[in-house]
């Protein structure tokens, strides 16, 4: 059974910094690209950053360019993002997903090739 979860979310001020974790099992991390993605209060799941499986290509919606990094471990079955100078509209629920690539450097930040996803973990930045 595939499972994703989330940690590393919380109650911060605006500038603070955060690093996500998004622990796999059941599956083999090495052939999925992974992606983060958001919902904040009353709107749609929106893309964040994608990491191809073997962290060779990355890609940022535009608003978290700069301040966001996701980074991977395979060996560890772990993805990360680290996210820097948090301001109050980076407020929602952060979610991580797993796109079945197999050997393709794939990184696609369109939510329906996602196979897995994860329960979500809320972040909450406060001015």
């Known amino acids: 059974q595939v499972r994703l979860v989330e940690s590393g979310g919380g109650l911060v001020q605006t500038g603070a910094s955060l690093r996500l974790s998004c622990a796999a099992s059941?599956?083999?991390?090495?052939?999925?690209?992974m992606g983060w993605f958001r919902q904040a209060p009353g709107k749609g799941r929106d893309f964040v950053a994608v990491?191809?499986?073997?962290?060779?290509?990355?890609d940022y919606a535009n608003s978290v360019k700069g301040r966001f990094a996701i980074s991977r471990d395979n060996a560890k079955n772990t993805v990360y993002l680290q996210m820097n100078s948090l301001q109050p509209e980076d407020t929602a629920v952060y979610y991580c997903?797993?796109?079945?690539?197999?050997?393709?450097?794939?990184?696609?930040?369109?939510?329906?090739?996602?196979?897995?996803w994860g329960q979500g973990t809320q972040v909450t930045v406060f001015p």
């Open positions: 997903a797993a796109d079945l690539t197999v050997s393709s450097e794939r990184a696609t930040t369109g939510q329906g090739s996602y196979d897995f």
């Open positions: 990491i191809s499986r073997s962290g060779q290509i990355t």
């Open positions: 059941g599956l083999t991390l090495s052939r999925y690209a």
